[in-house]
């Protein structure tokens, strides 16, 4: 509950403040900001790689009762993230900072404040990957109320940020760095202040005093820390060929439309990327419960239990997503006039277009879930990786024969499918998936309904004058006609008596 109304509160806010930060910084600081921001970002793969490494390893441990190597575990990853921290750092004002000034489009008179939020970007991205380990020890004790009250707090900071931009008068661009750095430290310290406080074996100074987080076995200590540590950073290195791939592909066509394009077009990747966001958070707290049960059934051997998570998982995923996301895709150009006033050219397809690859690559989330859990993630790491660091050279080339701005998207997509189906061959001897199971009861299903969902809501569209009563009309019968197909025919019996306990029980509660 507390989830859910921490992602409605989230959503609203981050919708006005993008409007508000367009307007305020204008579409060409708008762009420089998400692109600048990007470089830094792409070296976070390090990162994203261990803290992948961190949760599995935790949760796993968690899910067998071992809360020596729970701690021996959470100690070992802080350091690591300490040095993945100083690397990217370093790499950052180094490969970084020529990049920067030798590749990127940015206009002249922007290039000093454009210099300073690559900066600040760099001190905020140190001080989140510190955080990880401290938020994987809440997902794996699955305090998801602990997200909720942390994250509604961010959300009203970052409203505050807004309301500083607006009466400030230093540079803008500057100034929203600056604020928002600051938040991620206000935010670090509420997490590892959390954890201090709540799990007694995340207390990495204290253990560091002690030598509390060893093994107690005289003839062990040493080798089983440095066991540990290799073995962490041999399941993260093949995790950061996947994460290479993903930043790539991400940060990567960012810094290509803004080569090919010039910053206005980042201003709408930038849009489309925060509704995308958005519809996220519809699924985000529905995963984040349910991706260490995935874990945790695995490490108890319970393979039966495990399928029924990945599949109930893809499916409500989808759910999730597809219902608010079939409202925006079809009336996306009203809905961005009346949220920005001024769209920038290339919104509202980049958008579209997004959405079909967010609902794709979010049924897969249990997948890739269910690989970490195995450890066993060498093959899938390096033929999913390999396959989505291809989107970069293919848009490349693309835009280099005079493709458009989104044509690049259309290659994210036709790779998303392909890398898709590849996941189901890689992790089915893993986890002794049935391929044709899964099939049946998730990929057919979802398809069915989004087809018979899309098609009569857009014929009526197509039928109907542009009015803000018609697109009324159109969000209501979209609204109506996916969630009565999503329930009725994308869940099955015991899907669906889930739901109305749930539903069930949170009437309960406000009746109270």
Not at 8 to 27: E, F, K, P
Not at 82 to 103: D, M, P, Q, R
Not at 288 to 311: D, V, W
């Amino acid at each position: 509950m507390l989830l859910y109304f921490r992602m409605a509160i989230t959503m609203l806010v981050q919708l006005y403040t993008s409007r508000v930060v367009l307007q305020t910084l204008g579409v060409t600081d708008y762009g420089i900001y998400n692109v600048v921001g990007g470089i830094v970002s792409m070296f976070s793969f390090l990162n994203a790689a261990m803290t992948t490494s961190t949760q599995r390893y935790l949760t796993f441990e968690l899910g067998r009762g071992n809360m020596q190597k729970f701690k021996e575990v959470f100690f070992t990853s802080v350091n690591i993230h300490l040095i993945i921290a100083i690397v990217i750092t370093l790499l950052a004002e180094t490969v970084g900072l020529w990049f920067f000034y030798n590749k990127m489009i940015i206009p002249p008179e922007r290039l000093t404040a454009a210099f300073w939020v690559f900066q600040i970007s760099i001190l905020t991205t140190f001080i989140a990957i510190m955080s990880y380990p401290y938020n994987a020890a809440i997902i794996a004790h699955e305090r998801m109320s602990a997200f909720a009250y942390i994250s509604v707090a961010e959300t009203v900071l970052k409203l505050l940020v807004v309301y500083l931009l607006l009466i400030g008068d230093f540079d803008k661009l500057i100034l929203y760095a600056v604020l928002l750095g600051i938040v991620q430290l206000g935010i670090r310290f509420c997490y590892s202040n959390y954890c201090s406080r709540h799990f007694e074996e995340t207390h990495y100074f204290r253990m560091l005093r002690r030598g509390s987080w060893r093994s107690k076995e005289p003839d062990v200590i040493g080798q089983k820390q440095t066991s540990l540590f290799k073995e962490m950073l041999a399941f993260a290195g093949w995790n950061v060929w996947g994460n290479l791939a993903a930043i790539l592909f991400s940060q990567g066509l960012n810094l290509l439309l803004n080569m090919f394009f010039g910053p206005v077009v980042n201003a709408a990747r930038a849009i489309s990327t925060q509704v995308q966001g958005a519809i996220f958070q519809f699924s985000a707290n529905f995963q984040t419960a349910l991706n260490p049960q995935i874990t945790k059934t695995y490490a108890c051997g319970q393979f039966s239990e495990m399928h029924r998570l990945i599949y109930r998982s893809s499916k409500f995923t989808f759910i999730l997503l597809f219902i608010p996301g079939l409202m925006v895709f079809l009336e996306a150009p009203a809905i961005l006039r009346i949220w920005l006033g001024t769209v920038p050219d290339y919104t509202v397809v980049f958008l579209r277009i997004t959405l079909v690859i967010m609902m794709i690559d979010a049924t897969a989330n249990p997948l890739m879930t269910a690989a970490a859990a195995t450890g066993e993630v060498r093959k899938y790491q390096s033929v999913i990786g390999g396959i989505l660091l291809s989107i970069v050279p293919i848009s490349y080339l693309v835009l280099k024969c005079g493709g458009a701005p989104w044509s690049v998207f259309i290659v994210h997509l036709a790779v998303c499918v392909v890398a898709y189906v590849s996941r189901l061959f890689i992790i089915r001897p893993l986890i002794q998936l049935r391929i044709r199971e899964f099939i049946n009861h998730v990929v057919l299903r979802l398809l069915l309904i989004a087809v018979v969902s899309f098609v009569p809501v857009f014929l009526l569209q197509s039928v109907l004058p542009s009015s803000l009563s018609s697109s009324l009309v159109i969000l209501l019968a979209s609204f109506l006609l996916s969630t009565c197909l999503c329930y009725f025919f994308g869940l099955d019996q015991q899907e669906r008596h889930f739901i109305q306990s749930k539903a069930t029980s949170l009437i309960q509660k406000f009746q109270r």
